[in-house]
């Protein structure tokens, strides 16, 4: 299974590094992209853009059309980059979350 997350980011750069400096560790996700929303936070973009790795991607959308937007952005820009992954997970920057649930809800979905 490919699993590629979409964080969307807006002013909330310190939620979002340490987020996605934890979960782009996880073996269960493939590809991680970090949509910065236009913040309007004084270099937000630039911070985030030390992300990037093999496994992370940092991108800024075109316009802030809100979060669903954002997330769209995301998605797009892989698919428009012929990456192509059987799930795709929304995330917000400011949460925790397991390894162990991300494999549990992409499980759940494979028996579905």
């Known amino acids: 299974m490919k699993v590629a997350i979409v964080i969307v980011n807006y002013n909330d750069v310190e939620d979002t590094v340490k987020y996605v400096n934890t979960i782009s560790k996880y073996n269960v996700i493939n590809r991680v992209v ?3 929303n236009l913040s309007t936070t004084s270099g ?9 790795d093999e496994k992370v991607y940092v ?32 995330s917000n920057p400011d ?5 162990n649930i ?8 494979v028996n579905i």
């Open 34 to 36: 970090v949509v910065d």
């Open 102 to 109: 991300i494999e549990e809800i992409v499980s759940i979905c």
């Open 59 to 90: 991108i800024q959308s075109d316009k802030n059309g809100g979060y669903d937007y954002g997330n769209n952005y995301g998605i797009r820009f892989l698919q428009k980059n012929n990456e192509d992954y059987d799930y795709y997970i929304i």
């Open 44 to 52: 937000a973009f630039e911070t985030l853009k030390k992300l990037e």
């Open 95 to 99: 949460i925790s979350v397991t390894e």
